[in-house]
């Protein structure tokens, strides 16, 4: 059962436009979220992250949006870099749980095209 | 501040054989978390450390355990490895309710 999924395995966008990636989640317990960026033969670096008692996090080019109705989020890079070109994770935790484990998605990779 | 440091970063064994992964906390940091990446997946939680006793676990078999230690530092261990144990194993580090901070892993095959 995949709890938390990122539906679209690729993207292509073009250098100083709008990426806008997504993910999707099932379980209502969870209460806070993450976007992970990662290049090949380097671990996960995280970008940023938003609790459910928000909406909206901003963090430089980097926006998260939570739809909790929607069980949805989305990361919104703005403009998108060739430098951005990595494979984004999102995950979700229920830190309320009193374990911080992260349920990550598949991963969408973002490629900028110069 | 150094970072989440693995060793080895790559490692070959053979079925059956047990293996140790080692990880070093990022400095001050008190939580250490395992996760599998198996190829084209996301990281999967294995378990977790915090003040050296395991706080969660997921939804692995017993052979694969670990350790924490007083400097916080933390060990992965595998017994009777099995031809899908292959993949990349990530180590994180943080403080409880802060992000994770990743190792680059090390990566593990069985034939």
């Known amino acids: 059962d995949q709890q938390v999924k990122q539906n679209s395995p690729s993207l292509s966008v073009q250098e100083g436009r709008i990426s806008i990636l997504n993910c999707d989640y099932t379980?209502?317990?969870?209460?806070?979220f993450l976007w992970y960026k990662k290049y090949p033969a380097e671990g996960p670096t995280f970008l940023i992250s938003?609790?459910?008692?928000?909406d909206k996090n901003e963090d430089g080019r980097f926006t998260v949006f939570l739809n909790k109705s929607a069980k949805h989020l989305s990361l919104h890079i703005v403009p998108s870099q060739p430098g951005d070109s990595a494979v984004y994770f999102c995950?979700?935790?229920?830190?309320?749980?009193?374990?911080?484990?992260?349920?990550f998605g598949t991963g969408t990779r973002l490629k900028v095209l110069a | 501040e150094t970072g989440v440091t693995q060793s080895p970063t790559h490692l070959i064994k053979t079925r059956g054989q047990q293996v140790t992964l080692r990880c070093s906390s990022q400095?001050?940091?008190?939580?250490v978390s395992w996760y599998q990446q198996a190829l084209g997946q996301g990281p999967q939680f294995i378990f977790q450390?915090?003040?050296?006793?395991?706080?969660g676990r997921g939804n692995f078999p017993p052979r694969f355990s670990g350790l924490q230690f007083p400097n916080y530092s933390s060990e992965l261990n595998v017994n009777a490895l099995e031809l899908d144990d292959s993949a990349l194993y990530l180590c994180?580090?943080?403080?409880?309710?802060?992000?994770?901070?990743f190792g680059d892993g090390t990566r593990l095959s069985i034939l």
């Open positions: 450390y915090y003040r050296e006793e395991e706080n």
């Open positions: 995950a979700a935790s229920a830190i309320t749980s009193g374990t911080y484990k992260y349920i």
């Open positions: 994180a580090s943080s403080f409880p309710n802060q992000p994770q901070h």
């Open positions: 379980n209502s317990m969870f209460d806070y």
């Open positions: 400095s001050g940091h008190n939580t």
């Open positions: 938003i609790s459910s008692i928000k």
